[in-house]
């Protein structure tokens, strides 16, 4: 086991965890952002460069600072490291710095992308973007292309995570399809259009943390903070059957994945579940999905019931210790002596 600070929390953990999950462990502000990394995709992470941190005290044995930022999804932790994250106002301004270069070609047309709501990057441009852009030359543009007969990609959006590809290469049967090119040329692409046809492919939406990648079945039909989300499953021979619904009004419009609250996928599903299952017969509901407060998808959400719950159960456990001090207070006034 090895002790690790970040930003003054200290926590002791596995030897070979990483930076940013000792940093998940504690929770809370502290986490660093993650556009690339993902827990169940083996040799993900270190592209993107959003979770970058300050090792201001590399270890016990060498208590030497790391010399430039470090990406969290990729150092290991090293007992007595202490790292900063949000305390630092220099990985503020690095990272801040990162965002920019990844709007440099991904265009601010959140307005009409179906991943608005749901965007991570559009969560780090309204928290360290500017305004205004220092790039004057000619973005990027690509044409719209069908990849499979359910997925639609807009190469235009996509930030080369490599998320996508990570899901060909360990889930699916066969990879028909990666990165192409190099440089400002780089793409994800097919060798030949339509070719993604595999029993897990759609997955490749699900991990995609931008707009590039979607549902052909579900664009344009509603906004995500339109819809309730609900749990439910079936039996299903190809995957665990786990997933959520979207309903606008008694119509489920899509079909995903249950993600946990860093955006990730808890168990993957098919195809069949995900794009042939949209009647609510078909499904066993578990009831409404849990959505954290801050995300827009939470307005008028019927989760209502269960956040009243937890209010009330707050509510009553301090009216319990608030009477507990007041009777403590009673006796010391009766029993001066014991002061």
Same mark, same amino acid.
């Given at each position: ?6 930003? !003054? ?10 930076? %940013?999950?000792?940093?998940? +462990? ?18 993900? #992470? ?11 005290? $590399? ?11 470090? *990406?969290? &999804? ?6 007595? +490291? ?12 690095? /990272?801040?710095?990162? @965002? ?9 047309? &959140?307005?009409? &992308?179906?991943?608005? #709501? ?12 500017? +305004? ?6 000619? /973005? ?17 959006? &996509? ?5 996508? @590809? ?14 192409? =090119? /190099? ?14 046809? =595999?029993? +897990?492919? #759609? ?25 309730? *989300? ?10 665990? $059957?786990?997933? /959520? ?17 860093? !955006?990730? @996928? ?38 209502? #019931?269960?956040?009243?719950?937890? %209010? ?12 507990? =001090?007041?009777?403590? %207070? ?6 001066? =002596?014991?002061?």
């Amino acid at each position: 086991m090895a002790k690790v600070t970040i930003d !003054g929390k200290t926590i002791e953990v596995p030897e070979g965890t990483t930076i %940013l999950n000792a940093a998940r +462990m504690i929770g809370g502000e502290i986490v660093p952002p993650a556009m690339c990394y993902y827990t169940k995709l083996e040799t993900s #992470g270190g592209y993107c460069r959003t979770c970058i941190v300050k090792v201001s005290k $590399g270890s016990e044995k060498d208590p030497r600072p790391m010399p430039k930022p470090v *990406p969290s &999804c990729r150092q290991t932790i090293m007992d007595g +490291m202490v790292v900063e994250n949000i305390t630092s106002p220099e990985i503020l301004e690095a /990272r801040a710095g990162v @965002v920019e270069f990844l709007l440099i070609n991904h265009p601010l047309d &959140c307005p009409i &992308c179906d991943q608005a #709501g749901e965007c991570s990057l559009q969560d780090l441009g309204y928290e360290h973007g500017k +305004m205004k852009t220092r790039y004057e030359f000619k /973005r990027r543009e690509f044409e719209k292309i069908d990849i499979g007969d359910k997925i639609k990609l807009h190469m235009t959006r &996509c930030i080369l995570c490599y998320r996508c @590809v990570k899901v060909a290469e360990q889930l699916t049967p066969g990879r028909v399809h990666g990165v192409v =090119n /190099r440089g400002d040329v780089a793409e994800i692409s097919t060798y030949i259009q339509h070719a993604v046809d =595999n029993e +897990m492919s #759609g997955n490749m939406i699900d991990v995609c943390p931008v707009g590039a990648l979607t549902d052909k079945t579900f664009r344009f039909k509603s906004r995500v903070w339109f819809t309730k *989300p609900v749990d439910a499953h079936r039996k299903c021979d190809t995957c665990s $059957g786990k997933v /959520r619904l979207w309903y606008k009004g008694e119509e489920a419009l899509r079909v995903t994945a249950r993600k946990d609250k860093y !955006g990730e @996928v808890e168990e993957w599903i098919c195809n069949e579940c995900r794009f042939d299952h949209k009647k609510t017969s078909d499904w066993t509901i578990e009831g409404p999905s849990h959505i954290d407060h801050h995300s827009v998808i939470s307005a008028n959400h019927y989760e209502t #019931g269960n956040a009243l719950a937890a %209010l009330k159960h707050d509510i009553a456990k301090q009216q319990k210790q608030l009477e507990g =001090n007041d009777m403590k %207070l009673k006796e010391g006034a009766m029993n001066p =002596n014991n002061q």
